[in-house]
């Protein structure tokens, strides 16, 4: 089974646990997409949920498929959230921020009862940031300082879109893509998290740490779920 089609099959049963009433916490990416799909035929026949999206990209995914859509003020407790990531290690901790949405993500994720998580067999991997450079959303003032001291915990960064285009993401900030594999990746995610955001500059980093409730993983012969303490 090819990539495309191991995401899908994720994707679709991460929407089995969906139920009517719900607030549903929408993610962000080619992953979360199908589910995007799915959502929008359930609600077409008839299933009365209201969905909360993270980034502006979702957004017009979902009102394209008809999902009614609500806000973090409005609906500050969301039931269910499904959403991607780039890279999950042990203990089911995360990268994210692939799709430049991990401010949104991480909000979504912190007002979320329950976080399913869906992703391709690709993204496992042992250790956090041998698979996929660390996303950091930082201000653009003064962002060559802000990346200087980000360096001091990785190899390197690089800013995404390069410097005469950058990427500017949903909360106007840019980001930087900080390879940790010349530092055998993250070893320690809580403290490499905390640490990062304590730089001046830096708005919030793509480490999830003990969020995921059930990582549901779509592989060459099926689908593989891992559950939090297991
Ligand atoms: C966006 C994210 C995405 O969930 C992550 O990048 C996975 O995307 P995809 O399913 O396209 O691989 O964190 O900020």
Known sequence: MNTEYQKKIAAEKATNEIRPGMVVGLGTGSTVYYALLKIGTLVKDGLDIVGIPTSEGTEKI???????????????????????????????????????????????ANASQRILIVVDESKCSQVLGTNFPL??????????????????????????????????????????????????????????EMALNNLPGVVENGIFVNRADKVIVGTASGIRSMEKDS
Request: one cysteine or more; aromatic letters at 4%; charged letters at 20%.
């Open 135 to 192: 996303p950091v959303e930082i201000i653009p003032f003064g962002w060559e300082a802000t990346q200087k001291a980000v360096n001091q915990f990785c190899g390197s960064s690089t800013l995404r879109g390069g410097e005469e285009q950058p990427l500017v993401t949903d909360n106007g900030n840019y980001i930087l893509d900080c390879d940790f594999s010349p530092v055998g990746g993250i070893t320690e995610p809580a403290k490499v």
């Open 62 to 108: 979902a009102t394209a498929q008809g999902i009614p859509l609500s806000t973090l003020s409005t609906h500050p407790k969301i039931d269910l959230t499904i959403d991607g990531a780039d890279e999950v290690a042990l203990r089911l901790n995360l990268i994210k921020g692939g799709g430049a949405a991990l401010v949104r993500e991480k909000i979504i």
